[in-house]
């Protein structure tokens, strides 16, 4: 490591065929500190197709090292997809992966010893107490007793168990069994943790506590973190940049932040009684309007300085003969950032796909008859 480099650019310094940079990001002057910096995660191209359908359709990312990445998206988007790809558990159909400069397809035993993974699934031995989970994890990677021993503690005390260690998993609630598992897939130190949905299904309060969690560990550890969800929320608190996935591609990217500037000032939403008839259209030429969008009997516009254009909207639904029951101003979300790019809420984009797998099931149970 030579002093006074940025982490990993001493070593990177080295490596042969450097200045062709493969996946890395260079910077022109090489004793500027800055010389080469290798991404994490760099994927092109990636595509999966199951028996001709689409789960994953063409995407390209970047995650930096110690960057927190988030997939974001609705049930059946391809988030797992695109993880179980990465962590090498699923060959893509075209397209490339690589983790630290390591292909997934071809360099899969290279790229496991660089990952952790928490899968959807829970996927502990509730036979077992929280330690012997971990210390079976260390041992299937090889680790040294006294290694494992020291970093099982010190993953126990990140994820606050320590004092839950010797209790079997099968007495744990949710919420522990969740923080468990991200401390399983930290104990053998990988440079780069997916985390694949990691407060599914727990209540708004346990949520909050992973999200502490994670948080200190990306500021605390240099990992490398890439998160899916579809609870916007979660990825608006805790990633840096966000993708966010429908239907196997990417609809937009970039921090929660610039995602919802797309947007600009504030939304207002006009809930109608009735049918939005001509007040759409007329609404359209006003250049104030930025985005404008109608949804369920919701008219969703985002605007600057909404509360003093709300006066001039219900005149406008009045003189339209369009009935205003509510009206709403609040600042853009990434469910909004959702809505504009897709057309829907992902809460309807859930339901489809409900309606998708129930279909095709429905298909499978026929044949069989
Ligand atoms: N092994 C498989 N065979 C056939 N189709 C699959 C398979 N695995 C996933 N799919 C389909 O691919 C699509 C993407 O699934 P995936 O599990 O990646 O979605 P997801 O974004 O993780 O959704 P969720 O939020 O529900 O976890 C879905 O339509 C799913 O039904
Ligand atoms: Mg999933």
């Known amino acids: 490591m030579i002093l006074g480099l940025p982490r990993g650019i001493g070593n990177a310094v080295f490596l042969p065929g450097l200045f062709d940079c493969p996946g890395m990001l260079c910077y022109k002057n090489l004793f500027?500190?800055?010389?080469?910096?290798?991404?994490?995660?760099?994927?092109?191209?990636?595509?999966?197709?199951?028996?001709?359908?689409?789960?994953?359709?063409?995407?390209?990312?970047?995650?930096?090292?110690?960057?927190?990445?988030?997939?974001?998206?609705?049930?059946?988007?391809?988030?797992?997809?695109?993880?179980?790809?990465?962590?090498?558990l699923l060959d893509a159909t075209a397209g490339h992966g690589r983790i630290f400069g390591f292909d997934v397809a071809r360099d899969k035993h290279e790229v496991r010893k660089k990952i952790g993974v928490v899968f959807q699934e829970v996927a502990l031995d509730v036979k077992l107490t929280g330690k012997e989970n971990l210390e079976f994890h260390g041992m299937m990677y090889g680790m040294a007793r006294e290694e494992r021993r020291e970093k099982v503690k010190e993953v126990l005390e990140l994820v606050e168990?320590?004092?839950?260690?010797?209790?079997?998993?099968?007495?744990?609630?949710?919420?522990?069994?969740?923080?468990?598992?991200?401390?399983?897939?930290?104990?053998?130190?990988?440079?780069?943790?997916?985390?694949?949905?990691?407060?599914?299904?727990?209540?708004?309060?346990?949520?909050?506590?992973?999200?502490?969690?994670?948080?200190k560990l990306n500021k605390e550890s240099d990992v490398t973190i890439i998160l899916t969800s579809h609870y916007m929320e979660e990825a608006d608190y805790l990633c840096e940049r966000i993708a966010i996935m429908d239907n196997g591609k990417f609809v937009a990217s970039g921090s929660p932040e610039k995602l919802k500037d797309v947007l600009g000032g504030d939304v207002v939403s006009l809930e109608l009684e009735g049918s939005a008839g001509n007040l759409i259209a007329y609404l359209n030429d006003k250049?104030?309007?930025?985005?404008?969008?109608?949804?369920?009997?919701?008219?969703?516009?985002?605007?600057?300085?909404?509360?003093?254009?709300?006066?001039?909207?219900?005149?406008?639904?009045?003189a339209h003969d369009v009935k205003v029951a509510c009206v709403h101003l609040r600042k853009p979300s990434l469910e909004d950032v959702f809505l504009h790019y897709t057309g829907k809420t992902i809460r309807d984009r859930e339901a489809s796909q409900s309606e998708r797998n129930r279909a095709m099931m429905r298909g499978r149970m026929g044949k069989r008859r």
């Open 161 to 215: 168990l320590t004092d839950k260690a010797d209790a079997l998993v099968e007495t744990y609630s949710g919420g522990m069994k969740r923080r468990l598992e991200i401390a399983r897939g930290l104990v053998h130190k990988p440079n780069v943790l997916f985390l694949d949905e990691p407060t599914l299904g727990l209540d708004a309060q346990t949520r909050r506590h992973i999200w502490d969690y994670i948080k």
């Open 32 to 88: 500027s500190a800055r010389c080469c910096v290798m991404h994490a995660i760099e994927v092109d191209g990636l595509t999966k197709k199951f028996n001709g359908f689409t789960a994953v359709d063409n995407i390209d990312f970047t995650v930096d090292a110690g960057e927190l990445f988030g997939l974001l998206g609705p049930n059946g988007a391809g988030k797992t997809t695109t993880i179980n790809i990465l962590s090498t």
């Open 287 to 318: 250049e104030w309007i930025k985005t404008l969008a109608e949804h369920d009997g919701v008219l969703s516009l985002t605007l600057e300085r909404g509360e003093r254009r709300i006066p001039e909207l219900v005149t406008a639904a009045q």
